[in-house]
């Protein structure tokens, strides 16, 4: 049986229970994950960036240092509220609650430099993988980056990170955006993709 999307009240349920259920502060994975994504972000400027699953807001505590602003999305309000916290003394950063890709904020996202989406992917079904990529290039200028980190490790999501990072890209390439940087760490790995004129 195809697996389905996971909910936003799964989410909810595992923010409730521990605050932090993926230890994002004090992991060193998690640590050793977002400095590799901050090291391949553009070098130039960024204005305008748009985080997808930002749940506790430590990825966006850190991207706001390097971007003008960040736009913060997540579907678990219970997340939200802790990310808030976090961020509340950060002028640039402002959130949203939605589920994807249902809840995309195309409205919101045009004129973005970045879209980073870390450890999201995986959590969904393929197909609506490619619903959030045709949200998302319904909203991209094609100078704008895309940034995604998955996990590779054993899971009993819709997807394995593997598998959820290749329909992303996959879909990606029907709109001529290929990856122009893949690594790999020992449990993750992280794809970055630009617009290529056909």
């Known amino acids: 049986m195809t697996k389905k999307t996971w909910s936003p009240d799964i989410f909810d349920s595992l923010f409730q229970?521990?605050?932090?259920?993926?230890?994002?502060?004090?992991?060193?994975?998690?640590?050793?994950?977002?400095?590799?994504?901050?090291?391949?972000?553009?070098?130039?400027?960024?204005?305008?960036?748009?985080?997808?699953?930002?749940?506790v807001g430590v990825g966006t505590k850190a991207l706001a240092a390097r971007c003008g602003r960040v736009l913060a999305v997540d579907a678990s309000s219970t997340a939200l509220h802790i990310a808030r916290n976090r961020c509340s003394d950060l002028k640039?950063?402002?959130?949203?609650?939605?589920f994807l890709p249902e809840d995309y904020p195309i409205s919101a996202v045009g004129g973005c430099d970045v879209i980073v989406i870390s450890e999201v992917l995986y959590f969904m079904a393929p197909g609506d993988i490619r619903k959030l990529v045709e949200r998302i290039m319904e909203s991209l200028s094609q100078d704008a980056t895309l940034m995604t980190v998955n996990w590779t490790g054993e899971t009993d999501t819709p997807c394995t990170g593997d598998e959820a990072a290749e329909c992303f890209i996959q879909a990606c390439h029907q709109y001529h955006w290929v990856t122009d940087h893949t690594e790999r760490g020992e449990t993750y790995r992280l794809d970055r993709l630009r617009y290529a004129a056909p």
Do not use: M, T
């Not at 640590?31 to 748009?50: A, G, H």
């Not at 640039?92 to 939605?98: A, H, P």
């Open 17 to 55: 229970k521990n605050p932090d259920p993926w230890n994002f502060e004090n992991s060193l994975y998690e640590q050793d994950k977002l400095s590799r994504l901050l090291s391949c972000l553009p070098k130039q400027q960024i204005n305008f960036c748009v985080e997808l699953g930002c749940a």
């Open 92 to 98: 640039n950063v402002k959130f949203f609650e939605g």
